[in-house]
């Protein structure tokens, strides 16, 4: 199993592009979540889902969009990337009340 | 809302030394507790969780955490560190509103003197 898998490891967009943050799993858990990690603050929850078909906000989700068709994917749409969006994102799946997470998406936004 | 608060940002020990981290949390009722470690340029790993039971929860690597419902905290433990324990801690929290949302501490780096 590869666990959870994220694309692109590294992204550098400037200012007002847009992109998609891709995350896969293999291990059939029906949540998955996106969090930012910027030093000093942890990691703060963007968006997550229950299931296919439900998403919900977090607890910064401006800016970022999610959808979620099938069980196996999450992906994370910026919009209009903004400086305040350079980060690293972390996609995670849970079971049993454990997160598992990918190795991370490093974001630098010119 | 939940929020977590981890007030050691960065704590330097030497080999051998006892660690405590702390941890506190906002909200009480039910909580579902954890601590995440992640290594240099590593993804986050989980340390041990608490969802019920007995207060004293041991996990990998020799790390405890004791919940005090009393106090709102979740602090970990380790009698004697090891070098290779240098790494960023992090505790989360269930928000009570929804135990989908999960919630991190701002973390605490840790690093261990040869």
């Known amino acids: 199993n590869a666990g959870v898998t994220q694309t692109p490891k590294f992204q550098v967009l400037k200012t007002g592009q847009s992109m998609t943050l891709q995350c896969a799993q293999d291990m059939n858990h029906e949540y998955m979540s996106w969090y930012r990690q910027d030093p000093g603050m942890g990691l703060r929850l963007i968006h997550y889902s229950v299931g296919a078909g439900i998403t919900d906000q977090g607890e910064v989700p401006n800016g970022y969009n999610v959808s979620r068709s099938t069980t196996e994917d999450f992906p994370l749409r910026l919009l209009s990337a903004a400086p305040s969006q350079t980060s690293v994102y972390f996609c995670a799946s849970r079971r049993s009340g454990e997160l598992f997470f990918g190795e991370g998406s490093r974001l630098t936004v010119l | 809302a939940q929020s977590v608060s981890q007030h050691n940002h960065h704590v330097i020990l030497s080999e051998a030394a006892s660690l405590e981290l702390g941890c506190n949390y906002s909200?009480?009722?039910?909580?579902?507790l954890f601590w995440y470690v992640q290594y240099p340029g590593q993804h986050l790993q989980l340390l041990l969780k608490y969802f019920s039971g007995d207060p004293l929860v041991k996990g990998i690597k020799g790390f405890e955490a004791e919940f005090i419902k009393s106090k709102f905290s979740f602090n970990l433990r380790k009698p004697s560190v090891q070098w290779s324990d240098t790494a960023e801690y992090f505790c989360a929290v269930n928000d009570p509103s929804s135990a989908s949302k999960i919630i991190f501490g701002s973390g605490t780096r840790l690093s261990i003197r040869p």
């Open positions: 909200y009480g009722g039910t909580v579902n």
